[in-house]
């Protein structure tokens, strides 16, 4: 290889952001994660000043993490390490309720055990809620980091930007893209491979809305598209699969995608 090569390489390290691996960043969520919900590993019962003191550990990598990257928007990196676990129990409530969206909402689901061990849903959605607190607190990029971490396990895209209400069941989840200014509200069902996206933007559009708002308790089946800012669905709508949908649906509202099919059978012949 060429001198020049090796220059280029020689210049992109000069101009990197200091920041933890990739892998230290979704280590440190991953161990959150067990903390919250111990369900998730099995080892002996921890005692209460144990638990604490988990919980301090954790709170002690977080910061590292922080002082590690460029400064904060909003406030000081201790700042937001405290706030971020002064907040940890309204995290942990609202993962809670996902939980129960989901063992309500999938006949399949026998119990929380099961949906905190093995569903795709709840691990995307977890991952999400522990980014988007970050991502509110003006941390840059660690949150992006822990969402693709979950993307990449799980096959679902959440932009940590994305705001999203209680009670979100994602059943099966591959393929689901979340888009930044997405808004999904409360009491939500999301099947496999639903594209929540932007029409096609030009960049100066990076900080207006570009992605569609959710209503309380619509259901969206596999394969719909719903793209737009401005495009709203309406409260305890009913999109159906393969759906393609720019422009906004009144509450109440059933969708669905008609297309021709003709089935002919034949009999084999002896």
Known sequence: MNEEFYRNIFSRQKQLEPIPSNNVISDWAVNLLNLIYPERLTFPECSLEQIEERFGQSHRELLNILNATKACTQCSKEQVAAIFYKDLPELYRKMNTDISATLNGDPAAQSEFEIIRSYPGFLAVSFYRVA????????????????????????IDIHPGAEIGEFLFIDHGTGIVIGETTVIGNHVKLYQGVTLGALSVDKFMANTKRHPTIGDHVIIYSGATILGGDTFIGENSVIGGNVWLTKSVLPDSTVYHQSAMKVIETKNKI
């Open 132 to 155: 988007h607190h970050l991502f509110k607190l003006g941390i840059p990029l660690i949150p992006r980091i822990l969402t693709e971490y979950a993307h990449s396990v799980t096959g």
